[in-house]
């Protein structure tokens, strides 16, 4: 247990379909983030949140949409994926946007997601 | 472009051998360097690196980092079969931002 909890574990959606992740951390962090982990890729940052407030979004196609409502909650709204969205897309979270301070990020166990 | 490259990007061996994983790295303002462990879920965190020729040990695996030649390596000695896993570095730069590599599967036989 990492303390950053992730559901659905495994979702499969059609591409006319709307469905959400969520993430929830116990960690009494205040940075929270999304990423997409595709197969032999680097891990990809989608969006970052800091203290609520979303401080980055890496180019990421508005066919996913995060919202922040607290510091302890994340979710990533899904709408007309296509099949290449299909990835394993995992949560984290730091205390906050910095890690040489000591912090180090933590993540959830991703939630599989398979787009037909 | 920042990047990180880890190499191998697989492997194979046997339990009881060691294997040492790479990490070259070309990042902008180099803060810091980490490396992770996936198995099947989340990534863990296993060691932060800021400063040259300073090895960080736990347990069985150790890791130092040169900024000269800039490249980390992780070493596993005495493997062991749940040592199994995706070993994932990365480099955090400017603004915060880490870059990561694609990772090396690492995968010990019985």
């Known amino acids: 247990e990492t303390g950053v909890t992730q559901t659905p574990r495994h979702l499969v959606m059609g591409m006319t379909n709307k469905k959400s992740l969520k993430c929830e951390q116990h960690?009494?962090?205040?940075?929270m983030y999304w990423y997409k982990q595709s197969a032999k890729k680097p891990l990809e940052l989608m969006f970052v949140?800091?203290?609520?407030?979303?401080?980055e979004n890496n180019s990421v196609p508005s066919r996913f949409s995060p919202e922040c409502p607290n510091s302890s909650h994340l979710f990533l709204h899904l709408h007309t994926l296509q099949p290449e969205d299909s990835a394993l897309y995992l949560c984290?979270?730091?205390?906050?946007?910095?890690?040489?301070?000591?912090?180090?990020?933590?993540f959830g166990e991703g939630s599989w997601l398979t787009v037909v | 472009e920042d990047k990180v490259v880890q190499s191998p990007l697989s492997l194979v061996v046997h339990e009881g051998d060691t294997v040492t994983l790479n990490c070259s790295y070309e990042v902008t303002n180099f803060r810091s360097l980490l490396w992770y462990k996936q198995e099947k879920k989340a990534p863990t965190f296993l060691f932060m690196l800021?400063?040259s020729g300073i090895e960080k040990k736990s347990g069985r695996l150790s890791s130092i980092l040169d900024k000269k030649e800039l490249f980390s390596i992780l070493n596993i000695t005495a493997t062991q079969t749940g040592d199994s896993a995706v070993y994932l570095c990365a480099v955090e730069a400017s603004n915060y931002q880490l870059i990561w590599g694609a990772g090396t599967k690492l995968i010990i036989k019985p």
């Open positions: 800021t400063s």
């Open positions: 984290a979270s730091s205390q906050d946007r910095r890690t040489t301070s000591g912090n180090t990020i933590y």
């Open positions: 949140y800091n203290f609520k407030e979303q401080t």
């Open positions: 960690l009494g962090h205040n940075a």
